[in-house]
């Protein structure tokens, strides 16, 4: 019998979405986010996908001074790819969003395929209190913000980065930024082999249901045949379900608390290993085998953890 193809586990650290206050366990200062990285990568993930914060109030930061102390870290400490957001905030310029990955040429990083109303405004209702005080107005704010992500500036992103050999990692929102992505392939600036994440459940974009993730796989089939790669994230509650689902259709998974904050619904995730180490039972349990760091450098093309900037 023909071996299953492996399985990538991508963990997603911190994110920008969660605050403080929604959980004791989300990372925020260097030392956090460099542990709970490292410790993800043992626990069997072997891409980080990497936000940084404010150290002093866990703000988001898209700062490359608050990138560089924990990537530098991570580096000596695991051979686990590196991937850098470049979505890093809902109203900074597209040059802005990009300045970490220009800088630090990591193997890759995140290329929001669309605008859309990306809002996690309800989850203010849920706390009377806050650790730090940017962080109600930031929830509360999200209501009004439109995640921009032109044409325009999907090109400005792709033709800066264009030195660096990164491969994206395509976040598809919604059915529509497959066709961007298509519009972009066709105009020379991505190359075959892509790597599509499915983002399922985020308030503005597709949700998080078996059917619609058919129905992106099926387009993507349609679109770009087998000259793609993809992966699953889905928010909230519907992250571990979703990203079985994921690997039993021959997918990639993506956890992690940016994505999630619970373990099993009702119950905070003590930290972002304790994701992994779920997520890659669950999949092993179902007859399919974890990708290594350098099994997921080769499924998705990448090009070596030695070409990077820190």
């Known amino acids: 019998m023909a071996r299953k193809p492996k399985t990538i586990i991508t963990c997603a650290v911190t994110g920008a979405i969660h605050t403080p206050t929604m959980s004791d366990a989300l990372p925020y200062t260097y030392d956090q986010i460099a ?16 936000h ?19 990537l530098a870290r991570i580096k000596q400490a695991t051979d686990a790819v590196v991937n850098i957001s470049t979505g890093g905030s809902l109203t900074a310029s597209i040059q802005e969003r990009i300045a970490p990955a220009k800088t630090f040429s990591p193997e890759m990083c995140s290329m929001n395929m669309g605008s859309l109303n990306f809002s996690f405004h309800g989850l203010a209702s ?10 109600k107005s930031y929830v509360e704010g999200s209501e009004g913000n439109i995640f921009r992500n032109t044409f325009k500036d999907i090109k400005e992103a792709a033709e800066t980065l264009a030195p660096h050999e990164i491969k994206f990692e395509h976040e ?19 190359k075959a082999p892509i790597f599509l994440q499915f983002v ?3 308030l503005g974009g597709i949700g998080a249901d078996v059917e619609n ?23 909230g509650a519907a992250q571990i379900p979703m990203a079985v689902t994921a690997s039993q259709m021959g997918g990639h998974v993506r956890v992690g608390l940016e994505d999630s904050l619970f373990i099993t619904r009702g119950e905070l995730a003590g930290s972002n290993a304790q994701q992994v180490a779920k997520i890659r039972r669950l999949i092993e349990d179902l007859g399919h085998a974890v990708a290594t760091p350098d099994e997921a450098r080769e499924i998705l093309d990448l090009k070596g953890g030695d070409k990077v900037a820190f």
């Open 35 to 50: 542990t709970q990285a490292i410790a993800a990568a043992e626990a069997g993930a072997s891409i980080l996908h990497l």
């Open 126 to 135: 849920r706390y009377a209190e806050w650790k730090f005080d940017w962080e």
């Open 213 to 235: 993730l058919v129905f992106m796989k099926r387009t993507a089939d349609k679109l770009f045949g087998d000259q793609y790669r993809w992966s699953v994230l889905a928010a």
């Open 200 to 202: 399922l459940g985020i």
């Open 52 to 70: 940084a914060r404010n150290p002093d109030t866990g703000a988001p930061s898209i700062d490359p001074g608050d990138f560089a102390p924990f």
């Open 172 to 190: 598809i929102y919604d059915v529509g930024h497959l066709y961007n992505l298509k519009f972009m392939l066709d105009q020379g600036h991505f």
